[in-house]
């Protein structure tokens, strides 16, 4: 292709948006069993320590749940953005056909 050119692959852009659901899924779920998963025991090293493990196992849950979101969201708009692309790639072949035009 020359400069200015691009191919888009539809049914590829498809695959990774399902690719990507999935890992924002299983990210959600990390998230879950961070906050689930038992607490050891911090009897002999005192209640500091414990509320610093709760405290940072509390924000890592929260970034991974954020992340997730963030990939969604991303993942959204790409598949609105494809699904636009189809829409527009088909106006345009059928507009070009009402004019007289053939495809390459």
Avoid: C
């Avoid at 292709?1 to 990210?27: C, F, R």
């Avoid at 990390?30 to 709760?54: C, H, I, K, M, R």
């Avoid at 954020?66 to 708009?77: E, V």
């Amino acid at each position: 292709m020359s400069d200015g050119q691009y191919w888009v692959e539809p049914d590829k852009v498809d695959g990774v948006v399902g690719d990507m659901t999935a890992h924002a899924l299983d990210t959600y779920k990390y998230a879950g069993d961070l906050l689930n998963a038992q607490t050891p025991s911090f009897s002999n090293a005192g209640a500091e320590v414990a509320d610093a493990f709760a405290h940072v196992r509390q924000r890592l849950a929260d970034a991974l749940q954020d992340t997730a979101q963030k990939m969604q969201q991303t993942n959204m708009d790409v598949a609105q953005g494809i699904r636009d692309y189809r829409r527009f790639d088909s106006q345009t072949a059928h507009d070009f056909k009402n004019i007289g035009g053939t495809a390459a």
